[in-house]
Structure formats: C-alpha cells, structure tokens
C-alpha cells in the first residue's frame, strides 16, 4: 500500500513539474533568437474546446457497432497519443520520475529528480528553440557540483568533468567553424555537456558523447530534411540521463 502511495505521488508530482517545465518553455519561446515556429504548437495548446471535443469523438467511436471494433480501437489510440503529446512535457517528466524512481537508491533518488528535470526542461526547450539558456544552464551546473559534498573525490571527478567536457566541445566547435566557416555547436551545447560531466564525473565523457552522437546521427537519418539545425541538447540529455539510472 505504501508503495502505491509513493508511486502516486511520485507521479503526481511529476506532472507538476512537467507543468513547471511547460511554462518556462513558454518563457524561452519568447526568448530573442528562438525558433519557435520550427517547432509547432505549445505544449498543452490548441484550440478551445478541445478536450470537449476529443470527449464527444471518444464517446462516438464508443457507440460504433462492434464490426468497427479493430477501427475504433486505432482511431482512439491515435486520438489518445494526440492528448498525450499536447502534454508531452507532463508525461515525460512524470515517466521519467517514474524510473528514478525504480532504478535509483533511495539516497540518490532525490539528486536523480533533480537531474531528470533539469534534462527533461532543457531538452524540451531545445527542440522547440534550439536554445539552452544559461538560466538553466548555469544552474544545472551548479547542482552537479554541489551534488558530491562531503565526498573529494567525486568533487574532483566532478570538476575535471565539467572543465573536460566543456572546454573538449569548445575546441572541438572551433576546430568545425575554423574548417567548415560556421558554428556547429551553440554556447548552451558546451554548457550542458559541461555540466553533465559534472554530474557524472570524467570517467563518463567517452560513453556520454559516443551515445549523444550516434543518437544525433539515427535523429538526422530519421528526418531526411536539408536543414542542418539539429537540437543536439536531447541528445546529449538522453544519453546523460541513460547512464545516470544505469546500473
């Protein structure tokens, strides 16, 4: 019973955190140099009405003749995936509280909510904006280097991180401007694999980049477009995250 209960309000606390991500996501689409409109729709949008309608299209599917069943069953999965994704900043957090949840001590697992959240905010921002802002930035950053306190050796690992990652994709982007005569990687990229090697320390950079770029490459391959304006922060986020609960 405890453990339902824990889970609940695990749950229910991560989409309130989801709608505090949702907001400040507003807050960066109004950012100068956002690229909202690449993006569609806010989180939650749409038209008035919308959930009244989507209730009134269930209830009709509902009361097709069970000839239809197989169809009704797919067209209210899909009307359900639309709902989900209008909240998509909710889900994703609550899911991935979820998983902390199951796959960190409970020593960790409050540094873990931390760290799924700040993930989950930055990237959502990036897909919407291809912009990290160092409000979120920064602070993340921070966290990862108070979250080892009382522990020197994770402080060490935790700084040579940060400066290891950070300053590795720094030269690494000039090298790319220098060659190809423009920025491959925005400040906010820098910044984050900065302060995720902070978090996991040095020893984590190789696996961390080597599984933000190949999840970067399947992203690219997926699209097909000729815009070269890849969100790269969901990628460095899910890879960082994937070994943060990892065992």
Same mark, same amino acid.
């Not at 409050?110 to 912009?131: A, K, P």
């Given at each position: 019973? $405890?453990? +339902?209960?824990? +889970? ?7 989409? $309130?955190?989801?709608?505090?991500? /949702?907001? $400040? ?5 109004? *950012? ?6 690449? /993006? ?18 269930? @209830?009709? $599917? ?11 069953? /797919? ?38 909510? +931390? ?5 989950? @905010? ?6 919407? @904006?291809? *912009? ?27 700084? *040579? ?23 491959? *990687? ?62």
């Amino acid at each position: 019973m $405890i453990t +339902v209960l824990s +889970v609940f309000c695990l749950l229910l606390y991560g989409v $309130i955190m989801g709608h505090l991500a /949702r907001r $400040i996501l507003g807050w960066a689409r109004a *950012l100068p140099g956002a690229t909202a409109a690449r /993006r569609g729709p806010l989180p939650g949008g749409g038209c008035a009405g919308g959930g009244r309608l989507a209730y009134g299209r269930l @209830t009709a $599917i509902s009361g097709q003749r069970a000839s239809a069943a197989p169809g009704a069953r /797919r067209a209210a999965w899909t009307m359900l995936s639309r709902q989900m994704w209008k909240r998509r900043c909710e889900a994703s957090c609550a899911l991935a509280f979820l998983a902390a949840f199951a796959a960190l001590p409970a020593e960790r697992l409050v540094s873990g909510l +931390v760290f799924s959240w700040f993930l989950l @905010t930055l990237s959502w921002i990036d897909y919407h @904006t291809l *912009l990290l802002p160092d409000r979120l930035t920064l602070p993340f950053l921070l966290c990862g280097l108070l979250s080892p306190l009382g522990e020197p050796q994770s402080l060490y690992a935790g700084l *040579l991180g940060a400066l290891c990652g950070g300053g590795g994709l720094w030269l690494l982007n000039g090298v790319f401007y220098r060659v190809r005569g423009y920025a491959g *990687l925005g400040g906010g990229d820098i910044k984050l694999l900065s302060g995720l090697g902070a978090w996991l320390g040095w020893q984590a950079l190789p696996l961390l980049c080597a599984s933000a770029a190949l999840t970067g490459i399947a992203w690219w391959l997926r699209r097909r477009t000729a815009d070269k304006d890849i969100p790269f922060g969901p990628c460095l986020a899910l890879a960082g995250w994937w070994i943060y609960i990892g065992p």
